[in-house]
């Protein structure tokens, strides 16, 4: 198939051909594959049943468009595009739904082995901020990830502004956000490198982090459910995070108060 280009490649056309639409974008955090890992056509499947009516069928061309793709789950099962999965599309443009997976040579700690790095958007809108969470679940769940997050577009911008090396500053963030150790100094992997709107902890992140405290995380622990491995799936606020709103932006820096092991703050 050479007129597929890596999933790096396609997934910054897809954000191009999509730039003028508000999305909620998924990122989380897993193992690198290893030969014959069936964890890619699992993530893909997974999506689909999270999602009612959609069919990851599709992917783009060079130019931007719709290539339908008649054998997919065979293409999935043996493309290891950067050592991953390639993208993947619906081909509806008033509500487009995307997925795609790579290998990231970084580790999430110091030290650690290279990661699986799974990326998707869905429609800001009444639907796909239903879906959401049933979304990050099954994303996680099915690449065993370490955690991961959900926010909408343009918070991923923020919260590059907010990692700072060692010897930097950690204040003077934008909002009065906390400052965040860059990820390449993280202790441990199973430490998130930051908070999301919607959180995938692990067993071993939820553990790593002290969640839950029946005392102190109520609040938290009324918007959050336990997924089938033991992780946990966390709501920050009702609606997608606006850091425009007072309230949300509350909620935001009430967990970064709570949990200062995320973004490695404990250590600074």
Not at 12 to 27: D, E, S, Y
Not at 57 to 73: H, I, M, N, Q, Y
Not at 201 to 224: C, E, K, M, V, Y
Request: overall charge neutral; charged content about 20%; aromatic content about 8%.
């Amino acid at each position: 198939m050479n007129w597929i280009q890596t999933s790096k490649s396609l997934s910054w056309i897809g954000v191009k051909v999509m730039a003028l639409r508000k999305t909620l974008n998924l990122n989380v955090y897993a193992p690198a594959l290893v030969d014959g890992d069936k964890r890619p056509l699992a993530i893909v499947h997974a999506m689909e049943r999270a999602v009612p009516g959609l069919r990851l069928a599709w992917t783009l061309s060079e130019k931007g468009g719709f290539v339908a793709l008649p054998r997919r789950d065979e293409w999935i099962a043996t493309e290891r595009t950067d050592g991953g999965f390639p993208f993947l599309c619906n081909d509806d443009e008033s509500r487009p739904v995307t997925l795609a997976g790579w290998e990231n040579p970084s580790g999430l700690a110091v030290g650690s082995p290279p990661r699986l790095d799974v990326h998707a958007t869905l429609p800001l809108d009444a639907g796909g901020i239903a879906a959401a969470p049933d979304v990050l679940e099954a994303i996680g769940e099915r690449t065993r990830a370490v955690w991961g997050q959900v926010s909408p577009s343009g918070y991923n911008e923020v919260v590059s502004q907010q990692f700072r090396g060692p010897e930097e500053d950690p204040s003077a963030t934008s909002h009065g956000l906390p400052g965040l150790l860059r990820p390449r100094y993280n202790r441990a992997a199973e430490i998130p490198h930051y908070l999301g709107w919607l959180n995938y902890w692990s067993s071993a992140t939820a553990d790593a982090i002290g969640f839950p405290d029946s005392a102190r995380d109520a609040n938290l622990i009324s918007r959050a459910r336990r997924t089938e491995s033991g992780g946990w799936v966390v709501r920050l606020t009702d609606a997608p995070l606006d850091l425009g709103n007072p309230v949300h932006l509350e909620a935001l820096l009430r967990v970064y108060g709570r949990f200062r092991e995320i973004g490695g703050r404990s250590a600074q």
